[in-house]
């Protein structure tokens, strides 16, 4: 099953959270216009070597069952892009997000 929510962050600012329910595993994200978060399943090391030419905006947090513990989770590892907009390790994925606007 797959479910899509809009999420209301402080300021007035939606963002999509999509939560794909898998055997045995749940897939989330959380989505702006320019990047997007999303749980452990997210291969950063990937978007930074082989598809380092997109420069693709994501972070990603591990531990993760629910879009708002992925808001709330302190991302584990961000892309090189990310890091051009001060995401950083250790932060908040609603603070990451923020700056994804």
Do not use: F, H, Q
């Amino acid at each position: 099953m797959m479910r899509m929510v809009p999420i209301l962050l402080c300021g007035g600012i939606t963002v999509l959270g999509v939560e794909v329910k898998l055997p045995k595993t749940t897939l989330l994200a959380i989505s702006t216009d320019r990047g997007y978060i999303m749980c452990g399943a997210l291969d950063v090391a990937l978007l930074n070597e082989r598809l380092k030419d997109r420069g693709i905006v994501a972070a990603r947090a591990v531990g993760v069952r629910t879009l708002e513990e992925l808001m709330e989770a302190p991302m584990e590892s961000v892309t090189g892009a990310a890091e051009t907009l001060g995401i950083t390790i250790g932060m908040k994925g609603t603070d990451a997000l923020r700056l994804m606007l």
